[in-house]
């Protein structure tokens, strides 16, 4: 069973602070890895992508793959309060079933005024 | 550029009656796929298709769970005699191709309630 783990949070930061959320999973084979972002009782929006071990930076949003560690991260700069949502982490399967995502269960993130 | 369209956005069923949940894809995708949120879980895969053809079902109940995705018109997926354990919300996705790469586009959802 390929897995995605998350910080279930909630995870609380003033606004302007950093916002670092974590994940890891299981499946050695993945090769893309995506997070997108949830608000409470809508669909998911993508908001970053990576392939590739090392920085992906968008704006706010910088996204960091660790292959030999299974790991990816999102760092979110000078958080705002619209970035009030849960996180979702997903990764895609390996070998044949490269399309097929699975996601963590997401992170609560709360930013403060 | 209309996105994903899902419809209904909400449903209520009574147990033993059937559920059809429709999906049409974003404009240039013929790749569509469900994915299933229960309370306090993930999503998790249910289906892929491509235009009439099942590609991978690997996620869906063996039981009482349907898809298609016709020639024309939009993608179904169909629950019949839903039981209480059906309610979830239920999301189609979209994309130009299964490649790896390839970014899946999701849709509003369909919140489904079975009393």
Redesign the interface.
């Known amino acids: 069973q390929k897995e995605v783990e998350q910080n279930s949070g909630p995870l609380s930061v003033p606004e302007g602070a950093i916002a670092s959320l974590n994940c890891t999973y299981s499946d050695r084979g993945s090769q893309s890895f995506f997070w997108y972002r949830q608000y409470s009782g809508k669909s998911p929006e993508l908001i970053m992508s990576i392939y590739s071990n090392g920085d992906k930076e968008d704006g706010r949003f910088t996204a960091q793959l660790n292959k030999a560690s299974q790991y990816v991260s999102l760092l979110i700069r000078d958080s705002q309060p619209s970035d009030s949502a849960t996180y979702l982490c997903a990764v895609n399967g390996s070998g044949g079933s490269n399309y097929k995502l699975t996601f963590g269960k997401g992170t609560l993130l709360t930013v403060n005024p | 550029n209309a996105g994903v369209m899902q419809n209904p956005r909400h449903l209520v069923r009574r147990r033993g009656q059937e559920a059809r949940l429709r999906c049409s894809p974003m404009k240039g995708h013929s ?1 569509v ?1 469900w ?1 299933r949120q229960l309370p ?6 249910m289906v ?1 298709l491509q235009k009439e053809n099942i ?2 079902e ?2 869906m109940p063996k039981e009482r769970f349907s898809a298609e995705f016709p020639k024309e018109g939009p993608s179904i997926l169909r629950i019949q005699q839903v039981v209480r354990g059906d309610s979830a919300a239920y ?1 189609c996705a979209s ?1 130009t191709s ?12 369909t919140r489904l309630l079975v009393l």
């Open positions: 790749h796929y994915y306090e879980e993930g999503l998790k895969f892929y590609i991978d690997s996620g999301f994309s299964g490649r790896r790469r390839e970014t899946q586009y999701f849709g509003p959802g």
